[in-house]
């Protein structure tokens, strides 16, 4: 059972490059989430998908676009990079929210530099 | 505002104490918050969840939630120095359960 798999690890990018981020959850999971972590800082929510077929903003959505392609699949993708963007990003999913636990399960997170 | 704040530290604790780490949030109508620990370099992962007024306890850690003054703290028994992490506060505002929110964290440091 891998959980929420993260790729890549590991990016360097060039001012104004587009890349997107994979993330994909093997527990059936309802809810998917990307956060970016900077310095000192907790975790900022970028996106998130509540279920299959919907995406809402998070707390620092500009720059970024979001992609819910199925059940297991949400991606991140950076348009034009900035070095402001330069941050860890991490994936991660819940179960559907019952009034019990709802925990969050993380990916590794995607360490991405923008030069 | 911030939805969730904490204090960020770092919080020096001798081993063997007592460490309480403190969250507050603005939504009133939240209504449930997790603690979540974190190694450097490594991904969050879940210590406590908290739903009702009052307390929680497991094994060393307890949870208290205050819904009238809209804070949430952990308390680590015994603190070891393998608690020193930092130590992230979360939760969703009443608008949507599924967007959660964290603080930026509070860095927990253990002496021994």
């Known amino acids: 059972n891998a959980g929420v798999t993260q790729t890549p690890k590991f990016q360097v990018l060039k001012t104004g490059q587009s890349m997107t981020l994979q993330c994909a959850q093997d527990?059936?999971?309802?809810?998917m989430y990307w956060y970016r972590q900077d310095p000192g800082m907790g975790l900022r929510l970028i996106y998130y998908?509540?279920?299959?077929?919907?995406?809402d903003k998070g707390e620092v959505p500009n720059g970024y676009n979001v992609s819910r392609l199925n059940k297991r699949e949400f991606s991140l993708r950076l348009e034009s990079a900035a070095p402001s963007q330069t941050s860890v990003y991490f994936c991660?999913?819940?179960?559907?929210?019952?009034?019990?636990?709802?925990?969050?399960?993380f990916g590794n997170g995607t360490r991405l530099t923008v030069t | 505002q911030k939805e969730v704040e904490q204090n960020s530290g770092p919080l020096s604790v001798p081993e063997g104490a007592i460490a309480s780490l403190n969250c507050t949030y603005s939504?009133?109508?939240?209504?449930?918050f997790f603690w979540y620990r974190q190694y450097s370099g490594k991904s969050p992962e879940l210590i406590m969840s908290?739903?009702?007024?009052g307390d929680k306890e497991d094994g060393r850690f307890t949870a208290q939630l205050n819904k009238a003054s809209q804070y949430v703290s952990l308390l680590i028994r015994d603190s070891q120095p393998s608690d020193s992490a930092t130590y992230l506060c979360?939760?969703?505002?009443?608008?949507?359960?599924?967007?959660?929110?964290f603080g930026s964290g509070t860095r927990l440091s253990i002496r021994p």
């Open positions: 527990m059936n999971h309802n809810s």
């Open positions: 979360a939760g969703p505002p009443r608008s949507s359960a599924s967007k959660i929110i």
């Open positions: 998908s509540a279920s299959e077929g919907t995406t």
């Open positions: 908290i739903y009702s007024n």
């Open positions: 991660a999913s819940s179960p559907p929210t019952t009034g019990g636990d709802s925990p969050l399960h």
């Open positions: 939504d009133r109508g939240s209504q449930s």
